[in-house]
């Protein structure tokens, strides 16, 4: 029945008919074939008191007992056991393979244990392992605890610096939005990277990754549980948590890998959303808190609840760890600020001063200060190491909302007066940045301070560069899918295409027309060349005359009797001068028209030559554009395919994971009947042998050979116990992969299957 259950469920689930079969696949992987008390747990777990101790006791107790602890070294109580000797611990929870103790009593590792001896049996090796990996359960009331595997190998590593080679940056997470507003909420969460060029913005139900250069998305993460209320990037920066959930509810924080967009830990199961979570220096702790007023601590990788702290009265509104993993820092809506120790969990310091709620906190990165903001208006700074508050201003008029320090030591806050603002260590500003409408509620500064964004009521979110604050960036929190950033891409693609196609079409006519006008202007030039160069010889001409006839006037006065016929010769060369005159004003005329059509032909030709300068700007302007345009719509594309290659690569997964425990469920089965069949077999012999024994005198031949017969299937059983119980064993571990795959399904169809 719940088989057929969770098949029409899967039906009714699926958001279209691609999704059929992974819902039927979940429902098989799912539903329970066998009967789980067939195996009880006791049977599989392996404890101290039962197990371990007697091993232990035979093989290691001469040497490691609390009378005699060799290294420090005790093995004869559970509690010695995990407090290890003098060089550290012996054994590492859910971890064998890096537990010391394993490595030497299998002579992995030297001195080999004990020693001088041959290795414990091999028995015994395996149920030290086995104990080991269960999580090393003391008694039978103590519960196995798997080790989260990837937790483990994700966060194996930490720095306080930066970490060794590239900063880490979205490469494999999906740029598909999993709800579709026509605008965003008001922005409860934004977070930078303390060494990536990365942003992180709080939306609904998914949390977007910006790159703070470009202001390009980079990624959309995926948090179904509800609304991003804190986001908090690990000190090297390879890892976000979120936290956050749905009011009066349910509440958690998931820590995700910032490469990857994978989950790695979820912690918390809180009946109402959760307001404020942060991860410790070394990434084994996590802290949340919300209108529940309790501070719970949770273990990582297990996920199990270490501490609770009560002290508050009010919703707790901000967390952070110091980032030496000391001290951890929390603040709640009536004023109250409080600082634990964080591994005890004792408090360390309660800060008295503010006059209002509590709405952001974070350290100095070297642990020794702790800055915290107020609705009261100001910020103050608390000594750590003093125990006393050493500085406090005015910051925002109507109440900060929020503050956070850069890796340089400067300090980001935002308030109700809608301004974000940049400070030095001792509260003097630096630089103000307005752009927000409303009041603003959310700031981040990126680890090197060339940046600062904010976020305020109407869902705006807005960066700025320090260098210039009129540099900015708007950053959607609620940014469209695939299929309408393709859409827009190719539409634009279209228009940038056919703005080239005119510009081009109009930057062709304009070179044309230049290239005309340079020839009407090269032939005005020629044609002035060829006028003046007449103009000269007229002039030249002119002159020769006017001295011809000076000659003549004076050989007129000198010979009287050639008078008449000079006279006639003079009024000859009269009449000779006035046809040059006419001549050279005429040529006067003709080379200033030329001039004119010189000069008039070399303003068309710099107008031309401005106009197609102009025209290849606005080509060049065009080659851009149409490159962009080209580059947005192959990058949707390219979103397009990982999206589908991610949903083909999870649905195959869930088949797998059906089929393979499809595959173990069908042997768990047949050896079960087996072994039903030996024990009855066993139970016969059994029951023989009585009555065999009854009559030993007359049938000892017979009596020896049915002891025989029952040692043989007593052996049998033996081992068809063990190899069930391995079937089981296999079995339940295939079942956690159906599991996760099951849960990884769960996700990416609440993700990506139909964004609402």
């Given at each position: 029945m719940l088989l057929k259950n969770l098949f029409f469920d899967g039906i009714r689930s699926a958001m279209n008919r691609k999704l059929f079969m992974i819902a039927w696949c979940c429902a098989l992987v799912a539903a329970p074939v066998l009967d789980e008390e067939a195996f009880a747990d006791d049977e599989a777990k392996i404890t101290f008191d039962e197990h371990i101790k007697p091993i232990f006791r035979e093989h290691c107790a001469t040497c490691h007992s609390q009378s005699d602890k060799q290294s420090d070294?005790?093995?004869?109580?559970?509690?010695?056991?995990?407090?290890?000797?003098?060089?550290?611990?012996?054994?590492?929870?859910?971890?064998?393979?890096?537990?010391?103790?394993?490595?030497?009593?299998?002579?992995?590792?030297?001195?080999?244990?004990?020693?001088?001896?041959?290795?414990?049996?091999?028995?015994?090796?395996?149920?030290?392992?086995?104990?080991?990996?269960?999580?090393?359960?003391?008694?039978?009331?103590?519960?196995?605890?798997?080790?989260?595997?990837?937790?483990?190998?994700?966060?194996?590593?930490?720095?306080?610096?930066?970490?060794?080679?590239?900063?880490?940056?979205?490469?494999?997470?999906?740029?598909?939005?999993?709800?579709?507003?026509?605008?965003?909420?008001?922005?409860?969460?934004?977070?930078?990277?303390?060494?990536?060029?990365?942003?992180?913005?709080?939306?609904?139900?998914?949390?977007?990754?910006?790159?703070?250069?470009?202001?390009?998305?980079?990624?959309?993460?995926?948090?179904?549980?509800?609304?991003?209320?804190?986001?908090?990037?690990?000190?090297?920066?390879?890892?976000?948590?979120?936290?956050?959930?749905?009011?009066?509810?349910?509440?958690?924080?998931?820590?995700?890998?910032?490469?990857?967009?994978?989950?790695?830990?979820?912690?918390?199961?809180?009946?109402?959303?959760?307001?404020?979570?942060?991860?410790?220096?070394?990434?084994?702790?996590?802290?949340?808190?919300?209108?529940?007023?309790?501070i719970r601590v949770y273990d990582t990788f297990s996920g199990d609840l270490i501490v609770e702290l009560k002290k508050h009265t009010d919703w707790v509104f901000a967390l952070r760890f110091s980032p030496d993993g000391v001290l951890l820092a929390s603040g709640d809506r009536s004023n109250g600020l409080v600082v634990w120790e964080s591994q005890s969990g004792l408090v360390y310091m309660d800060c008295v001063g503010h006059k209002g709620e509590i709405r952001g906190l974070d350290f100095r990165p070297d642990s020794n200060v702790l800055a915290s903001a107020s609705k009261d208006g100001t910020i103050k700074l608390w000594d750590m190491p003093e125990l006393r508050e050493v500085k406090s201003w005015a910051a925002h008029g109507g109440g900060a909302t929020g503050v956070a320090y850069s890796q340089n030591g400067l300090i980001a806050s935002v308030g109700m007066d809608s301004k974000v603002k940049l400070w030095n260590g001792d509260g003097a500003v630096q630089k103000e940045f307005a752009g927000l409408g409303e009041q603003a509620i959310e700031v981040a500064v990126t680890g090197d301070a060339t940046q600062v964004i904010g976020g305020d009521w109407t869902g705006k979110v807005q960066l700025w560069q320090v260098a210039d604050p009129n540099q900015t960036l708007v950053l959607a929190a609620n940014p469209p899918s695939i299929e309408q950033r393709l859409a827009a891409a190719q539409t634009g693609l279209v228009a940038v295409e056919t703005e080239f196609t005119a510009v081009k079409q109009a930057t062709d006519a304009t070179i044309t027309e230049a290239a005309t006008a340079q020839s009407q202007l090269t032939a005005a030039q020629q044609a002035a060349a060829d006028m003046a160069n007449k103009l000269a010889e007229a002039a030249k001409t002119q002159a020769a005359v006017v001295a011809q006839v000076a000659v003549l006037d004076k050989q007129a006065s000198d010979l009287e009797t050639q008078l008449a016929a000079v006279r006639q010769q003079r009024t000859q060369m009269g009449t000779q001068l006035e046809q040059v005159n006419v001549t050279v004003t005429q040529l006067t005329q003709a080379a200033k028209s030329a001039e004119d059509a010189k000069a008039a032909a070399l303003a068309k030709e710099q107008a031309m030559a401005k106009a197609a300068e102009v025209a290849r700007a606005k080509q060049a302007e065009a080659d851009a554009k149409l490159a962009a345009a080209r580059t947005a719509s192959e990058r949707a594309q390219a979103d397009k395919a990982a999206l589908d290659a991610a949903a083909a690569k999870v649905q195959a997964e869930a088949v797998a994971m059906a089929a393979k425990v499809q595959q173990l469920t069908e042997q768990t089965v047949a050896a079960l009947a087996q072994k039903q069949t030996q024990e009855e077999s066993a139970a016969k012999v059994a029951n023989d042998l009585?009555?065999?024994?009854?009559?030993?005198?007359?049938?000892?031949?017979?009596?020896?050979?049915?002891?025989?017969?029952?040692?043989?299937?007593?052996?049998?059983?033996?081992?068809?116990?063990?190899?069930?119980?391995?079937?089981?064993?296999?079995?339940?571990?295939?079942?956690?992969?159906?599991?996760?795959?099951?849960?990884?399904?769960?996700?990416?169809?609440?993700?990506?299957?139909?964004?609402?």
């Open positions: 070294l005790a093995l004869d109580t559970f509690a010695a056991t995990l407090a290890g000797g003098s060089s550290g611990e012996v054994v590492k929870e859910s971890n064998s393979g890096g537990s010391r103790l394993f490595a030497l009593v299998t002579h992995a590792e030297e001195p080999h244990m004990p020693p001088d001896k041959d290795p414990i049996p091999a028995p015994q090796r395996e149920l030290i392992k086995t104990w080991i990996d269960q999580g090393m359960p003391e008694n039978s009331g103590s519960k196995i605890k798997r080790k989260n595997n990837a937790a483990a190998a994700m966060l194996t590593t930490t720095s306080s610096g930066k970490p060794e080679g590239p900063a880490a940056m979205p490469e494999k997470v999906l740029r598909q939005p999993v709800t579709l507003t026509p605008r965003s909420a008001a922005i409860a969460a934004i977070a930078a990277s303390p060494w990536a060029p990365l942003v992180a913005v709080g939306g609904q139900q998914q949390v977007s990754l910006y790159n703070t250069q470009t202001g390009e998305l980079a990624g959309i993460i995926p948090f179904p549980e509800g609304e991003p209320q804190s986001l908090t990037f690990t000190r090297d920066g390879k890892q976000l948590l979120i936290g956050g959930g749905r009011h009066s509810h349910s509440g958690c924080a998931v820590l995700v890998d910032v490469t990857t967009g994978d989950r790695i830990s979820k912690v918390g199961d809180e009946l109402d959303i959760v307001l404020a979570a942060d991860i410790s220096f070394d990434k084994k702790r996590i802290a949340i808190g919300g209108p529940k007023k309790i009585k009555a065999l024994q009854d009559q030993l005198a007359a049938l000892q031949k017979n009596l020896e050979t049915t002891v025989a017969v029952q040692t043989t299937v007593q052996t049998q059983l033996a081992e068809q116990q063990k190899k069930a119980a391995d079937l089981k064993a296999a079995q339940e571990a295939a079942e956690q992969e159906a599991a996760d795959a099951k849960e990884k399904l769960e996700l990416f169809q609440k993700a990506y299957a139909t964004p609402k």
